[in-house]
């Protein structure tokens, strides 16, 4: 008999410790901001850009950035109008103490690369409720301010250098 028959839970591989960050935004620099459904420890509200790691070492950073983007907020980062571009930097940082069990044994820190994806207009979005539980579209330097990490309000300041023109 499995495990997971026996009550036991299944084991869940860790989580790889490379990431991306995807700052979706439109032509005019809104910037689409979805809430965690768990708010930060402190008790405020966790506002973020679309984030996630990469599913295996193989699986590449576009791939990566593709999926999350898809699996956050229903949008295809392919679709007509939609320009996914990496913007060729990486954050590194400690990963918050509440996820370290997320990872293996020893693991604290996270390399983030961050793209990002301009569409065409303010989109309505999808969201998967175990993660996140709301959406909103706002100004750039307004959308950096309501960012939780540090690191995504730096990526969102950057935005009027890697827009489109």
């Known amino acids: 008999m499995a ?8 084991h869940r591989p860790f989580k790889i410790p490379q990431s991306v960050l995807v700052v979706i935004h439109t032509p005019a620099l809104e910037v689409l901001l979805i809430r965690r459904a768990v708010d930060a ?9 679309v984030t996630g790691s990469k599913d295996s070492l193989q699986e590449s950073w ?4 593709v999926r999350e983007v898809w699996e956050e907020t229903g949008i295809r980062a392919d679709a007509p109008g939609c320009t996914l571009r990496d913007w060729g930097l990486e954050n590194v940082y400690d990963i918050y103490p509440q996820w370290l069990h997320r990872y293996a044994p020893g693991v604290g820190r996270n390399t983030e690369h961050l793209w990002g994806l301009q569409v065409p207009a303010a989109l309505p ?20 301010d309501r960012c939780y990490s540090p690191s995504n309000a730096e990526a ?8 489109l023109p």
């Not at 576009?62 to 950035?65: F, N, Q, V």
């Not at 969102?156 to 827009?163: D, E, T, V």
């Open 41 to 49: 420890p402190d008790g405020q509200a966790f506002w973020q850009s």
């Open 62 to 65: 576009h791939e990566t950035a």
């Open 125 to 144: 979005v999808v969201l998967s409720p175990r993660e996140h539980q709301d959406w909103a579209w706002w100004p750039w330097r307004e959308a950096a």
């Open 3 to 10: 495990l997971e028959q026996c009550g036991a839970p299944a």
């Open 156 to 163: 969102i300041l950057l935005l009027p250098q890697f827009a």
